[in-house]
């Protein structure tokens, strides 16, 4: 099989795509494309990363690096490491949702930001010329970062200026967590701890056996909703393998669906006055946010799906929060990725302004009904196809920045090809689900005629 590659990175099947030799063309690559000074590495969970980090070391020490070995950390730790201690870069080993037989690397500029497209495209361009013989110099350093590196990103979120640390430890939540026995298995409760929480964990042993799908979707989600009604729980959160991601899980066991997470996020910056600039989110994001935004009169700017994307976007406007409908959230005081600790924090903050359940702050807050599916193909989406479904549906507003988006004043339907696997993306939203239903059903059909 052949590595997926994109500004998400590279990841595929191990030993089928993915193995000692990517990763030696790939991190000399980046070695060569990054300025000096010390690299960061680090891995999600599964357990064929550790050899893989320590083939990442020997490369990246045979060419002069300070190696900053973070071990089992969550991407957006590592990213907040790189920016914080002005690191030349930082790779990460990891296929993030995909399942466990995959795994990947993702890259982090000098910025904590993984590389934007144009780089990200000299990267792949120069790994595929990379012919090199390991010279190990013995005075290169491997710098063992892991309890600092947790213990420094821990200290960021519990100081942010956009929570109130007190109110939050006053509560006393009690809180399951799902860290699907990957990267934010340690931490994560961490962070709960030091927010006075009684915490719950299961799947949090950080050693990648995924028992149960690695995306946080509700059909994922069976054991931690038991969990969550067995032990009388306020609320559940689960993650993805690599920890930029939040699923929500209220007290009746009931997955509120990851498009709400940076709802609720946001409306915890709102209801405060802490935000400033517009919200940004990608193509594919609920226009739940749109409603949100419109009560406090805040704009919306949406960008391509991705989290470089949306992270370019909010540097452009100064942005305080921005983010992705799959439950990335992320926030510019803390660094400019995706974090599930910062969603975390933020989640907690809103539900503590008040004295109500996960389950009504839920309702409280704008939802629509979303349908996600794709269909499994190396085809892209070609002109005939746009041609056919924009004079199929005939709708009042088009968008092709990324794919096809058709908006309708009450739905939309958005079809793109994934950055991240070998499938095109439908997702649609409509305020009754066989509305989303029936869009995604004619849009496949047309897709396949």
């Known amino acids: 099989m052949m590595l997926i590659k994109s500004i998400s990175g590279i990841r595929g099947i191990v030993n089928n795509g993915f193995d000692n030799d990517t990763i030696t063309q790939f ?10 000074g010390p690299i960061l590495i680090a891995r999600d969970g599964r357990s064929h990363g550790l050899k893989f980090l320590k083939k990442l070391s020997d490369i990246l020490l045979s060419k002069n690096r300070t190696v900053i070995d973070c071990g089992v950390v969550p991407t957006p730790t590592a990213q907040y490491i790189v920016a914080k201690n002005n690191y030349s870069g930082g790779i990460i080993i990891t296929a993030s949702h995909n399942p466990t037989d995959w795994n990947g690397l993702k890259f982090i500029d000098h910025d904590g930001c993984f590389l934007n497209p144009g780089k990200s495209q000299i990267l792949l361009d120069s790994a595929l010329n990379i012919l090199d013989n390991l010279n190990i110099n013995d005075n290169n350093k491997i710098i063992d970062y892991h309890e600092e590196s947790i213990r420094e990103h821990l200290d960021n979120i519990i100081n942010l200026s956009v929570i109130n640390l007190k109110r939050i430890q006053d509560k006393k939540y009690k809180v399951v967590i799902d860290a699907v026995n990957s990267s934010a298995s340690k ?8 927010l006075n929480c009684k915490v719950i964990p299961i799947n949090c042993d950080s050693n990648g056996e995924f028992t149960r799908g690695a995306e946080p979707l509700p059909a994922n989600l069976s054991e931690i909703s038991k969990t969550v009604i067995d032990n009388c729980a306020d609320f559940g959160i689960a993650t993805d393998p690599d920890g ?4 929500i899980i209220d007290e009746y066991g009931s997955p509120i669906g990851e498009e709400s997470t940076l709802i609720i996020c946001c409306d915890s910056l709102l209801r405060d006055g802490k935000i ?3 919200i940004i ?5 609920s226009m739940a946010i749109d409603k949100l935004a419109n009560h406090y009169n805040v704009n919306i700017t949406r960008s391509k799906v991705g989290e470089i994307h949306v992270v370019n976007e909010m540097k452009k406007v100064e942005a305080t929060i921005g983010g992705e409908g799959n439950g990335g959230v992320i926030l510019s005081e803390s660094h400019h990725g995706r974090d599930s600790l910062v969603a975390t924090a933020l989640l907690l903050n809103r539900l503590s302004m008040e004295n109500i359940t996960m389950n009504e702050l839920y309702k409280k807050i704008p939802h629509y009904k979303i349908i996600k599916d794709f269909i499994k193909t190396d085809k892209l989406l070609n002109q005939d196809f746009i041609h056919l479904i924009k004079e199929k549906l005939n709708p009042p507003e088009i968008n092709e920045l990324d794919g096809i988006k058709l908006i309708w004043p009450d739905k939309w339907i958005h079809i793109r090809k994934s950055n991240t696997e070998p499938i095109i993306r439908f997702y649609s939203e409509a305020e009754e689900i066989e509305d989303s239903n029936r869009l995604i059903a004619t849009s496949k059909e047309l897709f396949n005629s």
């Not at 991190?27 to 000096?36: C, E, V, Y």
């Not at 989110?281 to 994001?285: D, H, K, R, V």
């Open 27 to 36: 991190a000399i690559a980046f070695s060569n494309l990054q300025d000096k």
């Open 187 to 194: 931490i994560l409760p961490l962070l709960l701890d030091k």
């Open 244 to 247: 930029d991601r939040l699923a």
């Open 276 to 278: 400033k600039a517009p």
């Open 281 to 285: 989110t990608n193509l594919s994001t």
